[in-house]
């Protein structure tokens, strides 16, 4: 809920240790290159904010009342609630929990990181989902996408604990009957099984309810997508990390890692989909295969959605 290997999802990166390029007293002068109209709103708010975590390409922000602010460079790519920066090197290591940072509509002040805002254009989150429903010649393509998940599922188990594998493997042959025909208690009984499921930042449970949910903004009419959404982010949010909560929130909206974008447009165009595919396949250790899972299984049931 990305997040972000050649392509990384920011949620499931390292923290590696690194030697930085620059003298542990000067500061380190960036441009915002995108940023989403929600991070433009959250600029104006006087409200605290700290640091969440620091990676060598991305830097999570959190703010006192609990908004997720991600800083992350183009290798990683746009998301629901980031800011793009045109940095090609590791953010400072000085950084950390006791860093001062200070914002304003212009600028962002993370220790000896400032960011110019000012350059930053708006970066729209939602993808095209009307076209996705109105255009159902995409959906032909749903076997070849499975046959490739498939040949590599066996990473999802990679360094799992023992009794992983059967619970990821219940919980979504559980939503996957549910989805078809939504019961309020059996979704939400199906949702907890997943919810926080598995080691790290965006635990593979939620990565595959992300899927779920971008693949219900592609297939269901708006109407019922909002109401599913709303029932999964209730139950899902208070089990797992504040990471992972906020992009399953994102999801629930309709938003999505731009590797996404890419990946839908390709399927829109019935044009090459199998380099962005492989983009969100090989994001992270878990988080691309489960939520392409979780969107295949969606997209999958469409005709026998009510």
């Known amino acids: 809920m990305w997040i972000l290997v050649a392509h990384l999802h920011f949620a499931e990166l ?20 995108s940023m ?30 609990g908004t997720i602010i991600s800083i992350v460079q183009p290798s990683i790519g746009a998301g629901p609630f980031s800011i793009v920066v ?18 304003t509509s212009d600028s962002l002040q993370i220790g000896p990181l400032h960011i110019d805002l000012r350059p930053a254009q ?34 999802l188990t990679t360094g799992s604990p023992a009794n992983f594998a059967s619970q990821f493997q219940t919980a979504t042959a559980a939503v ?9 208690a059996e ?11 598995g080691p790290g930042l965006t635990p593979a449970g939620d990565d595959f309810l992300l899927g779920l949910l971008l693949g219900l903004w592609a297939t269901r009419p708006e109407a019922e997508v909002v109401e599913l959404a709303k029932r ?26 731009s590797a996404w ?14 380099d962005s595919f492989h983009h969100i396949l090989n994001n992270g250790a878990t988080s691309g295969i489960a939520s392409l899972l979780g969107f295949i299984t969606t997209a999958s049931n469409k005709n026998q959605a009510p």
Do not use: Y
Request: aromatic letters at 6%; one cysteine or more.
């Open 122 to 155: 708006l970066w729209q989150p939602g993808p095209p989902w009307n076209l996705l429903r109105e255009q159902h010649q995409w959906l032909t393509i749903l076997p070849d996408l499975q046959t490739a998940v498939s040949q590599q599922q066996d990473r």
């Open 261 to 274: 974008h890419d990946f839908l447009q390709a399927l829109l165009a019935d044009d090459n989909w199998h």
């Open 36 to 65: 989403t109209p929600k991070i433009r709103q959250w600029l104006q708010e006087p409200t605290a904010v700290s640091l969440l975590h620091r990676f060598d390409h991305a830097i999570n922000l959190i703010g006192a009342n």
């Open 14 to 33: 390292v923290p590696m240790q690194c030697v930085t390029m620059m003298p542990m007293n000067e500061g380190w002068q960036v441009s915002a290159i």
């Open 232 to 257: 999964v982010v209730e139950t899902a949010v208070p089990r797992t990390t504040q990471l992972s909560a906020a992009w399953l929130k994102a999801a629930a909206e309709g938003e999505a890692w």
């Open 176 to 184: 996957r009957t549910t989805i078809v025909h939504p019961n309020s």
């Open 187 to 197: 979704l939400e009984t199906a949702v907890i099984q997943l919810a926080g499921l």
């Open 86 to 103: 045109n940095a090609e090197r590791p953010f400072p290591a000085t950084i950390n929990s006791a860093t001062p940072i200070t914002k």
